[in-house]
């Protein structure tokens, strides 16, 4: 079998799967309880229509209402601390169990491990991607449908993202861009975590403790991070959309290659692996 | 191969066109932004008031003392906003005001500076020169001063605007240094 046909299978799996949608279900209640605890009430403000008789004041908009941006809200640090646990819910056991149930060993006896590994890895990035990825589009685009898009405007200390940040040109051109890059980066992060319980597979044998291998991972890494005063590297840092720390390209480059880095030993690890 | 659904993709078309409707509707509930460039020098119509910005220059501290009659005020200014340390410095811009009240003149105190229109860049307004305006309409000079910081950024690369209006109408006066 070809990694097509593997990939056709496990993409099928992972939709038939009800794990997929209970970790969707999670994560857009999350969004959702972020529209309904802030963005209704910047909605209401509007209404109030103060913008036309007070100089300076500008409409509550998208950019300064969905997750990450709105002040005070705490759903956006929720999403970004439990990304790791979200990512798992989906697909990322499914190869610790094909081992243990024996379905690799059928699969073996008709095609090659290279197919099944790559397929097994991309299919589990992409169910990880989405499940932390779709509840900030989710957030983004119910956010629309509730408070104007209006582009924000420099110069005006108006905005959270202030100059010389991250994709600060980018926010003051494009804001639709810049949020759909955050969420590309969100999905690449989340794609990773998943990715690290393949590695997990080889490291323990418990289902859960394989589930919460990146969690594990993530915060004791955070807390190295911490504790060696560098935690701008952690994720939980980077994954700021509102970026209400630094953030940095190059940081962020250098952590998803790490984590990449590390999920690539499941390749290493799975073909050395003698299943039959 | 997947087996394609119509029933679902024609559910997903429905609600996406719901969704772009709703959007469309929220949208129009507000106007568009409209944006208006004047340069300094050029006179231009402001709350039914005559405005004109005759000119714009960084001064130092001591022209700023000059302005002031409690040297104390503006020490204490200095002090606050660290103009005289780092890259900050000090941007003051003269505007010709006709028929100027006090109402409106509280209102050009929230004028701000901005290094560029898109992109990068900020400033903050940080004081005006204290005068006497009552409620008569007058035609006045009034000066703002802005701190500039210019931490990150090279002033030579980066246009100055001085903002008069934000929203529904971005209007702005490109400044002259």
């Known amino acids: ?276 | 191969m997947i087996q394609f659904k119509w029933r679902y993709a024609i559910i997903l078309a429905i609600l996406i066109i719901l969704c772009g409707v709703r959007i469309y509707y929220v949208a129009g509930q507000f106007p568009e932004e409209e944006t208006i460039v004047w340069h300094q020098g050029e006179s231009f119509s402001w709350k039914d008031t005559n405005v004109t910005v005759k000119k714009s220059k960084f001064v130092s501290k001591e022209e700023l003392c000059s302005r002031y009659q409690d040297v104390s005020e503006v020490a204490e200014i200095l002090e606050t906003y660290n103009i005289e340390g780092g890259k900050l410095k000090l941007l003051a811009v003269t505007i010709e005001v006709n028929d100027l009240t006090y109402e409106k003149f509280q209102d050009i105190l929230y004028w701000r500076v901005a290094f560029g229109v898109t992109g990068n860049g900020v400033s903050y307004l940080t004081d005006a020169v204290h005068t006497d305006i009552t409620d008569e309409p007058a035609n006045r000079e009034v000066t703002l001063f802005f701190r500039c910081d210019f931490e990150s950024m090279d002033e030579d690369d980066v246009d100055f605007i001085l903002r008069t209006q934000l929203y529904p109408i971005q209007e702005y006066v490109e400044l002259d240094i």
């Not at chain 1, 929720?78 to 989906?90: G, T, Y």
């Not at chain 1, 499914?94 to 397929?119: E, M, P, Q, W």
């Not at chain 1, 005063?229 to 630094?246: C, D, E, H, I, V």
């Open chain 1, 1 to 276: 079998m070809s990694i097509r046909r593997f990939f056709i299978i496990e993409i099928r799996r992972v939709l038939r799967s009800p794990a997929l949608y209970i970790a969707l279900l999670l994560g857009i209640l999350l969004a959702v309880s972020q529209i309904v605890q802030y963005v209704f009430h910047f909605a209401d403000i509007n209404k109030l229509e103060l913008y036309m008789d007070i100089d300076f004041m500008f409409p509550h908009s998208v950019l300064t209402s969905m997750m990450g941006f709105a002040s005070g809200e705490w759903q956006s640090y929720a999403l970004v601390e439990i990304a790791p646990l979200l990512a798992v819910i989906p697909f990322a056991n499914s190869y610790y169990l094909d081992i243990k149930n024996g379905y690799v060993k059928n699969l073996y006896t008709r095609a090659s491990k290279k197919s099944y590994l790559v397929s097994k890895y991309i299919v589990t990035f992409l169910s990880g991607a989405a499940a932390v990825a779709i509840p900030l589009l989710v957030n983004f685009l119910v956010c629309m449908m509730v408070v104007p898009y209006i582009q924000p405007i420099t110069g005006t200390a108006l905005f959270g993202i202030p100059f010389q940040t991250f994709w600060a040109d980018l926010f003051y051109t494009n804001g639709i861009l810049y949020v759909l890059g955050f969420c590309g980066i969100y999905a690449i992060f989340g794609g990773l975590y998943a990715c690290l319980s393949l590695v997990a597979a080889f490291l323990v044998n418990n289902r859960f403790l394989v589930q919460l291998f990146p969690l594990i991972v993530i915060m004791a890494g955070s807390m190295i991070l911490d504790i060696s005063k560098n935690s701008l590297y952690a994720p939980r840092m980077l994954l700021q959309m509102g970026q209400g720390f630094s953030i940095s390209g190059i940081r962020i480059l250098l952590i998803i290659g790490a984590l990449f880095i590390i999920t690539l030993t499941y390749f290493w690890r799975g073909a050395k692996n003698d299943t039959i």
